[in-house]
């Protein structure tokens, strides 16, 4: 078992190493990378990136996926866009309505998925479509957010000696850090990694497995909604064009994190290892003068493709295990 267990917290720790050697490498190649300013960077300007990530690894860690966070964010930037210059509603009242829609369009897609046994890449591909075809519904336009509380809330931040650790940092690692107590310390956790491990066995066992699996899904969609008010906040805009391939990435920032696509193995902690590589390696070409953008995409998929065979690995050493007597 304890060997086991070992193999488990394999994935954190080589993407942990995977960080530092990251990190490090840019640190002696270019000059200022190590620093404060940059490190608070990471956090703030990919905190929609991990805050959608924190919902998907409950996902994931259930043996689903979901398609549809890139859109659901979008339609939620333009949404409060909409209800605040449009129908002048205020702030305190739109951002909450928007997460109620997220988590109502999650939950249905749960719902769908437990219900009618549909596969998960089928119901949130479809959803994919729907969000980002309401989107443009809603309207077909950028739309700037100017209201005065928007603006003062989006200037939030903790100052950190010459930096400051803007509210949208915040709102991420507030997200990790309920997410992290939520997957380890709750029923609600346990019933996610027993689900992950074997659906059948938490059938089996008693668990509410539907409700369980409905509120993950809801969840999520909660989730892609805070990142989409997360990037109204950073953009002062909504936009139904946002977050095109956002799925992806934040997928990418998951698995590479250590969650296992299979479900029933990750961390929380994994995830936002993932998050900040992901962030590393788009930062760092900033330093360099006509870069290849392409190679950044090349980084990631190199690094996702490398963590999915440790996976595959890990699945099979599990598997191994578990049929010694």
Not at 72 to 99: C, D, G, K, Q, S
Not at 117 to 126: E, H, I, N, S, W
Not at 261 to 267: E, R
Request: net charge positive.
């Amino acid at each position: 078992m304890k060997s086991l267990l070992r193999r488990q917290n394999l994935p954190i720790l080589v993407t942990a190493l995977v960080l530092v050697a990251l990190f490090g490498a840019f640190s002696l190649c270019f000059k200022n990378f190590f620093s404060l300013r940059v490190v608070v960077n990471l956090f703030m300007n990919n905190a929609h990136v991990g805050v959608i990530a924190v919902g998907l690894t409950f996902v994931i860690l259930s043996g689903g996926i979901d398609l549809s966070v890139g859109s659901v964010l979008a339609l939620t930037t333009i949404f409060i866009a909409i209800l605040i210059e449009r129908w002048h509603v205020h702030p305190l009242a739109a951002i909450p309505t928007a997460l109620a829609f997220g988590a109502l369009f999650g939950g249905a897609m749960g719902a769908l998925i437990q219900i009618y046994k549909l596969p998960p890449f089928l119901v949130t591909l479809a959803g994919m479509f729907l969000a980002r075809g309401l989107a443009f519904v809603v309207s077909a336009n950028e739309l700037a957010i100017r209201h005065p509380f928007y603006e003062t809330l989006a200037d939030l931040a903790i100052p950190l000696g010459k930096v400051r650790f803007g509210f949208t940092a915040c709102i991420f690692v507030g997200t990790l850090v309920v997410a992290a107590i939520v997957a380890r310390s709750t029923k609600f956790g346990r019933n996610v990694y027993a689900i992950g491990g074997s659906e059948t066995s938490a059938f089996m066992m008693g668990l509410p497995v539907a409700r369980t699996k409905i509120a993950i899904y809801a969840i999520s969609g909660f989730c892609a909604a805070l990142g989409g008010v997360v990037f109204t906040l950073q953009a002062r805009s909504g936009n139904p064009l946002n977050g095109q391939g956002l799925e992806l990435d934040a997928i990418a920032s998951v698995v590479i994190g250590g969650t296992l696509l299979t479900g029933g193995i990750g961390y929380i902690e994994g995830t936002l290892l993932g998050v900040l590589i992901y962030g590393t390696i788009l930062t760092a070409p900033d330093y360099l003068s006509g870069f290849d953008s392409s190679w950044q995409r090349i980084a990631i998929g190199g690094l996702l493709l490398t963590f999915i065979i440790l996976q595959r690995f890990l699945a099979r050493a599990a598997r191994g295990n578990f049929s010694r007597p």
